[in-house]
Structures are given as structure tokens and as C-alpha cells.
């Protein structure tokens, strides 16, 4: 698979699990990945999906997708923007950054997730 067709699925595959059970998110981190949301930084497996947790029940709507390769070639960059409603709320935008590192062929973690909620646009 090409760096684009792995970054969709990817998108499409978290966004998805995440909407339905954060808990099945926990093979995509391992103890070295470090997720940023809104400023606060947590590093492991279980500290992030604990992280996603506490923000309650979410559904997103995807409207943008960036790919890059990174400078390693077993990396990908991806950074998504869309909206995300919070508990049942009004939607608010958002932005999300993955730095996805490969540990095989075909098999990816997510190093780094920078997650930003875009007020007052």
C-alpha cells in the first residue's frame, strides 16, 4: 500500500473506532507514543486511551485529510481537520495531527497525535 492508501485507512479506521469504543484504539499507541489534547501531554498506551476516555462520547465528521511521507521512510504525517460532537452537543471544529512509524510492512503505530478543538471560527 502507498503512503496516501495507508493514511485513509487509518483515518477512516480511528475516527471510526474512536466514535464506537475508545478502548479498541489501545493497539494503534504503545509505550513510547505521546498524545498532546489541547495542551496536556500523556505518554503510553493506556494513559492516552484513558485521556480520550474522559472526554466522553464523541462523533466525528471528517472533512480534510494531508498526507506527507516523513524524512523516515517507514513514517507517515498525516494531519486531519472536521468537526467533533462532544456528548451530544454542538459540533466544534477540530484539527489532528498523527505521526504514524511502521514496525513491519503494512503494520503502523501512532508515534505522535497532536489534538487541537479550533474556537471561534
Do not use: W
Not at 499507541?29 to 489541547?38: A, G, K, T, V, Y
Not at 512509524?101 to 479550533?118: C, I, K, S
Amino acid at each position: 500500500m502507498s503512503a496516501e492508501e495507508v493514511a485513509k485507512a487509518f483515518v477512516q479506521h480511528f475516527y471510526q473506532t474512536f466514535d464506537g469504543g475508545v478502548d479498541a484504539l489501545g493497539g494503534l499507541f504503545n509505550d513510547q507514543s505521546m498524545l498532546s489534547f489541547e495542551g496536556q501531554q500523556v505518554q503510553g498506551s493506556a494513559n492516552i486511551i484513558n485521556k480520550l476516555k474522559s472526554v466522553g462520547q464523541v462523533k466525528h465528521s471528517v472533512k480534510t485529510t494531508d498526507i506527507q511521507p516523513s524524512s523516515n521512510p517507514n513514517a507517515i504525517v498525516i494531519f486531519v481537520t472536521g468537526a467533533v460532537q462532544i456528548g451530544g452537543d454542538n459540533p466544534l471544529h477540530f484539527c489532528e495531527f498523527f505521526h504514524l512509524v511502521g514496525t513491519a510492512p503494512g503494520q503502523y503505530y501512532v508515534h505522535n497525535d497532536v489534538f487541537r478543538l479550533n474556537y471561534g471560527l
